[in-house]
């Protein structure tokens, strides 16, 4: 919704949407939201934000990724398949993948890491 409106706002109302009008409304939405996501990350308990890094990284609960945040494999598999049953996580077979791209670019860029 929130790319559809930054897109809109940037053509005008007989124009047609192009790859740069995409790429000016995606940076303006993930400008805007980043300080809110930040919040939001930000009180997240610690297992919580360890799985949503690891997850927005490599999109496994274990191995490096996991290893790198310090997430326990038990912490890892109860919040994964919690955040699954809330919507804020899909599974793919031993995989997960964040709904939001917005918050998993943010995590991505927030937290730049060899993972």
Not at 9 to 30: F, I, N, Y
């Amino acid at each position: 919704m929130q790319l559809a409106d930054a897109a809109s706002r940037l053509v005008p109302s007989d124009g047609t949407a192009d790859d740069r009008t995409w790429e000016a409304a995606v940076s303006d939405v993930r400008g805007n939201t980043g300080g809110g996501l930040e919040r939001f990350y930000g009180s997240l308990p610690a297992g919580n934000q360890k799985t949503h890094r690891a997850i927005a990284s490599s999109g496994s609960i274990y191995g490096t990724a996991a290893s790198f945040v310090d997430l326990s494999p038990g912490t890892a598999c109860d919040l994964a398949h919690a955040l699954a049953g809330d919507g804020i996580l899909r599974r793919s077979g031993s995989r997960f993948k964040m709904i939001d791209p917005l918050q998993s670019h943010w995590l991505r860029q927030r937290f730049t890491t060899p993972l």
